[in-house]
């Protein structure tokens, strides 16, 4: 048998359609275009990369891009500034301080820092706790997008058995708690989890979020199981110059092999986590403009 191959790029453009369809009918309604601030602390070419497709997502959306690019050395009382300006700007919607920063920076202090209602990165306590106890506020962009690609893929989701491998505050974490509030049974298994292969076997809906390359493999799936795969991992030549490959946290050639639904890497859940920022930045700009939309956003 051979698992369909779940379209994460496919998704994520019809996700960004349907949101520049709503943000074109919010600018004539308010007269003004959802903004979002991205702030790039360094260099890191890899964080460079991802705010640039952040950009670039936002422009093509109709919505404003702000990117506030800042030296490595930058201390920790400048950024807190940028973000309390940010805060009280009228025109920002969102605001994303690109992860990891240096180390002379305490990350949650300036999480803490964003207003709640304008962190569409959904990383701030006060959003984590409203996702926890069932509140409207924004949630992280990765996990939204597992969980829309399982409702795509398999509509209801109660009563399922899911396990979420992995329990980073980014993903694995805030991803139990939507799976639960759509009324699964859900296991959050990580490092010290005993047979994780016998766990994983449960399960109908697999979500593998260790960053460990091609580690779950074919023989822990349930025949005909979900299987939604975050890692992005480089492997191969470690040569300089070399570029090697991406594969993510799941063996994708034996898992086809038994699954019944599978993302691959690249092209899965990575196109769905930009998709949802987007999203979330409207989403921030119609609740702040009392504008109406329509529900399966
Ligand atoms: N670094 C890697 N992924 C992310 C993300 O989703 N948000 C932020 N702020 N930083 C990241």
Redesign the pocket.
């Known amino acids: 048998m051979s698992a369909r191959r779940i379209d994460g790029k496919a998704a994520a453009l019809d996700l960004r359609q349907r949101v520049a369809g709503e943000v074109a009918k919010l600018r004539s309604a308010s007269g003004r275009a959802p903004g979002l601030a991205v702030v790039l602390v360094g260099e890191d070419p890899a964080?460079a990369v991802?705010v640039r497709a952040k950009g670039k997502a936002t422009i093509e959306a109709g919505m404003e891009s702000f990117e506030h690019q800042l030296p490595a050395d930058t201390p920790e009382a400048d950024l807190l500034d940028l973000v309390d300006r940010l805060n009280a700007d009228p025109a920002v919607d969102g605001i994303?301080?690109?992860?990891?920063l240096p180390p002379q920076i305490d990350a949650n202090k300036v999480i803490t820092r964003i207003d709640p209602d304008k962190d569409v990165?959904g990383?701030n306590p006060v959003n984590a706790g409203r996702l926890a106890i069932g509140l409207h506020g924004f949630v992280?962009?990765?996990p939204l997008g597992c969980l829309k690609m399982l409702r795509a893929e398999l509509g209801d989701l109660s009563g399922r058995s899911a396990v979420v491998i992995g329990r980073s505050n980014?993903v694995g974490k805030p991803l139990a708690l939507l799976l639960l509030s759509d009324n699964c049974t859900v296991t959050i298994a990580h490092s010290r989890t005993r047979d994780l292969p016998a766990v994983v076997r449960r399960a109908d809906i697999v979500v593998a979020a260790v960053g460990r390359a091609e580690m779950v493999k074919g023989d822990w799936i349930k025949p005909g199981a979900c299987v939604i795969d975050v890692g992005i991992n480089r492997v191969g030549p470690v040569e300089p110059g070399a570029k090697g490959r991406l594969v993510g946290d799941v063996d994708f050639a034996s898992a086809s092999e038994v699954a019944g639904a599978i993302t691959p890497v690249p092209g899965g859940v990575g196109p769905m986590?930009i998709a949802c920022?987007i999203r979330n930045t409207f989403v921030s700009a119609a609740r702040r403009e009392d504008f109406r939309y329509g529900k399966d956003l």
């Open positions: 964080s991802y994303l301080v690109q992860l990891p990165d990383f992280p962009c990765t980014i986590t920022l």
